[in-house]
């Protein structure tokens, strides 16, 4: 897989380390810079509250990519797994 985004980088480090297979989120970012659309499979959906305007899909069913499309580019923002991604909030709401 190309170097990932920087942004993305230390998410897609921690996912190495854990034995997740990469290839499959280089499809999943190939896709979504192809402008095509993903398998049902991978849940893509619009994300609300804090994350309102972003999407997120199912690389696997505990591992997510947090994304956002913009007219000229899409910007690869996060991924990991739900508490990785989702934790922190919870921790701020309660």
Known sequence: ???????L?????????RGNNLEKLKIII???L?????DDIHRDHKLIGNWKGRRECHIE???LLIYLVEP????FERT???????????EEIF
Do not use: C, Y
């Open 1 to 7: 897989m190309p170097a990932p985004p920087q942004r």
């Open 72 to 75: 000229d580019r899409v910007v």
């Open 34 to 38: 192809n402008q095509e659309p993903l």
């Open 80 to 90: 990991g797994t739900h508490s990785d991604l989702f934790q922190k909030l919870r």
């Open 61 to 63: 069913s505990d591992w």
């Open 30 to 32: 190939s896709s979504l």
């Open 9 to 17: 980088r230390p998410h897609v480090k921690r996912m190495k380390k």
